[in-house]
């Protein structure tokens, strides 16, 4: 590994202190993603109106499908390098980065062709308004045939997450989103583009960062250098194949996640305007409180596979209890906040106190709450999982919570049972209790496998 202050060695050191640091930067940068698409919409809205809004309320919902699929797939690169980065073998890092990269273009390609053959016929199905149409294909068709920019980015921040570097990922999204806001203000209004506009912002501002991404990692790092190092000449097939066990079903479980609430979202519909108004808006609250999980769950991934890599089994056991545990009492306080403050919270987002109001702050009131705790639990445990190697424990934990309980639960309870739509606000908050418990079996299942002595 180069030496650099912003890099992290989780094979050794104060375990606790490592991990609070390295996802602070990253809790920053999920922030700093998730505002990407609320400033299109924003500026998109204030310049083209309800009929803009409408194309990316859309549109929005395919592209996270892509950015899920993206994020999996760098996901494995990075549990890949991490462990050869352990393991200090520089020739190792050096293929699984070039591998990675080789992943991100074919899957580019394939998003491209995809996105620009599937939009119009996929949005139309979804009986997305005639008025709006044309705005989301377009907007949905110019990110995909921009898609090399994110996954080339990806897959560099994956690389220099596996270093123990969350500092840099952080700098390039922030100047990224910068660039973004910037490019939206001209595109969308002055320069008479619209909704394509603010797609064309974003694609330039992503294909920015990835190549300012790609050369810090030339520079910094001597695994980082791929061209003309011989390593695509040797051939890349078995670090390729290594990338794709952990990347897709990294992909898959975050697709499905996605498309499970999107299949939720459809199901709140059918209650009217009130309920989906107030769902969207509970969505959006308990979306930002997930961010500090999920950063908590990558640097488990992170110092995890270091440690696997390094032989330090004892300390990776380690990693995964003692991110469970940071990871729950962070939740904890958020979900405390958000009871207490849910009203106020709910008022932010512009709804007047009515029917809406009142099914958002119930909304609240069930989705974050105690189960929350094993939402942190669960992501804690299936970031350990991915990170000592076994990415299939996570993809079927995401069924289990995607369709098994949310989706599943949620017709259960609103349909057959009655309960409406808090029958399906219950079966959301449900369904990280059975994948949190088979993770924490997992997690002891995999302690005693590995010999690691009790205590040690």
Same mark, same amino acid.
């Given at each position: 590994?180069?030496?650099?202050?912003?890099?992290?060695?989780?094979?050794?050191?104060?375990?606790?202190?490592?991990?609070?640091?390295?996802?602070?930067?990253?809790?920053?940068?999920?922030?700093?993603?998730?505002?990407?698409?609320?400033?299109?919409?924003?500026?998109?809205?204030?310049?083209?109106? !309800?009929?803009?809004?409408?194309?990316?309320?859309?549109?929005?919902?395919?592209?996270?499908?892509?950015?899920?699929?993206?994020?999996?797939?760098?996901?494995?690169?990075?549990?890949?390098?991490?462990?050869?980065?352990?393991?200090?073998?520089?020739?190792?890092?050096?293929?699984?980065?070039?591998?990675?990269?080789?992943?991100?273009?074919?899957?580019?390609?394939?998003?491209?062709?995809?996105?620009?053959?599937?939009?119009?016929?996929?949005?139309?199905?979804?009986?997305?308004?005639?008025?709006?149409? !044309?705005?989301?294909?377009?907007?949905?068709?110019?990110?995909? @045939?921009?898609?090399?920019?994110?996954?080339?980015?990806?897959?560099?921040?994956?690389?220099?997450?596996?270093?123990?570097?969350?500092?840099?990922?952080?700098?390039?999204? &922030?100047?990224?989103?910068?660039?973004?806001?910037?490019? !939206?203000?001209?595109?969308?209004?002055?320069?008479?583009?619209?909704?394509?506009?603010?797609?064309?912002?974003?694609?330039?501002?992503?294909?920015?960062?990835?190549?300012?991404?790609?050369?810090?990692?030339?520079?910094?790092?001597?695994? &980082?250098?791929?061209?003309?190092?011989?390593?695509?000449?040797?051939?890349?097939?078995? $670090?390729v194949r290594a990338v794709l066990s952990v990347g897709l079903p990294s992909a898959v479980q975050m697709a499905v996640v996605n498309?499970?609430?999107?299949?939720?979202?459809?199901?709140?519909?059918?209650?009217?305007?009130?309920?989906?108004?107030?769902?969207?808006?509970?969505?959006?609250?308990?979306?930002?409180?997930?961010?500090? @999980?999920?950063?908590?769950?990558?640097?488990?991934?992170?110092?995890?596979?270091?440690?696997?890599?390094?032989?330090?089994?004892?300390?990776?056991?380690?990693?995964?209890?003692?991110?469970?545990?940071?990871?729950?009492?962070?939740?904890?306080?958020?979900?405390?906040?958000?009871?207490?403050?849910?009203?106020?919270?709910?008022?932010?987002?512009?709804?007047?106190?009515?029917?809406?109001?009142?099914?958002?702050?119930?909304?609240?009131?069930?989705? @974050?709450?105690?189960?929350?705790?094993?939402?942190?639990?669960?992501?804690?445990?299936?970031?350990?999982?991915?990170?000592?190697?076994?990415?299939?424990?996570?993809?079927?934990?995401?069924?289990?919570?995607?369709?098994?309980?949310?989706?599943?639960?949620?017709?259960?309870?609103?349909?057959?049972?009655?309960?409406?739509?808090?029958?399906?606000?219950?079966?959301?908050?449900?369904?990280?209790?059975?994948?949190?418990?088979?993770?924490?079996?997992?997690?002891? $299942?995999?302690?005693?496998? $590995?010999?690691?002595?009790?205590?040690?």
């Open positions: 590994m180069a030496s650099s202050a912003s890099t992290v060695s989780f094979s050794e050191g104060p375990l606790f202190r490592q991990l609070l640091s390295f996802a602070l930067p990253l809790m920053a940068v999920n922030i700093l993603q998730y505002v990407y698409q609320a400033v299109d919409m924003a500026v998109v809205g204030q310049v083209v109106g !309800d009929v803009g809004l409408v194309s990316m309320s859309n549109a929005v919902n395919a592209v996270f499908l892509v950015n899920a699929f993206v994020i999996g797939l760098s996901a494995g690169g990075g549990v890949v390098v991490a462990r050869a980065v352990g393991a200090g073998d520089v020739g190792a890092q050096r293929r699984a980065y070039a591998a990675t990269l080789l992943v991100a273009l074919l899957a580019a390609a394939g998003i491209a062709v995809a996105g620009t053959l599937l939009a119009r016929p996929a949005f139309t199905a979804n009986a997305v308004p005639e008025a709006a149409l !044309d705005g989301a294909v377009a907007y949905t068709a110019v990110l995909c @045939c921009g898609a090399a920019g994110p996954f080339l980015m990806n897959a560099a921040a994956a690389f220099l997450k596996a270093q123990g570097d969350a500092w840099t990922p952080l700098v390039l999204v &922030g100047a990224a989103t910068f660039v973004n806001v910037a490019l !939206d203000l001209v595109l969308v209004g002055p320069a008479g583009l619209g909704v394509p506009g603010a797609a064309v912002a974003t694609v330039a501002a992503q294909g920015l960062s990835a190549l300012l991404a790609l050369a810090l990692v030339r520079r910094r790092f001597a695994a &980082g250098r791929v061209l003309g190092s011989g390593v695509l000449a040797a051939g890349l097939g078995a $670090h498309l499970s609430y999107a299949l939720v979202t459809g199901m709140l519909n059918r209650y009217g305007v009130d309920v989906a108004a107030a769902a969207g808006v509970g969505l959006q609250i308990s979306t930002i409180a997930g961010l500090p @999980c999920w950063a908590i769950g990558q640097a488990i991934t992170t110092a995890a596979a270091q440690c696997a890599g390094a032989g330090e089994l004892a300390r990776a056991r380690d990693v995964a209890r003692l991110g469970a545990r940071l990871n729950i009492g962070v939740t904890l306080g958020i979900q405390v906040l958000i009871q207490l403050l849910a009203p106020a919270i709910v008022g932010l987002y512009g709804l007047a106190q009515g029917t809406s109001f009142d099914i958002a702050v119930l909304y609240l009131r069930i989705t @974050c709450s105690v189960t929350g705790l094993f939402y942190a639990a669960m992501y804690s445990f299936d970031s350990f999982a991915l990170g000592a190697g076994s990415p299939r424990l996570v993809l079927a934990n995401s069924l289990i919570d995607a369709f098994a309980v949310r989706f599943g639960l949620a017709f259960l309870l609103s349909g057959a049972l009655g309960f409406g739509y808090v029958g399906i606000f219950v079966a959301q908050a449900a369904s990280p209790v059975i994948p949190a418990l088979i993770g924490g079996a997992y997690l002891r $299942h995999w302690t005693r496998s $590995h010999g690691v002595e009790r205590g040690k």
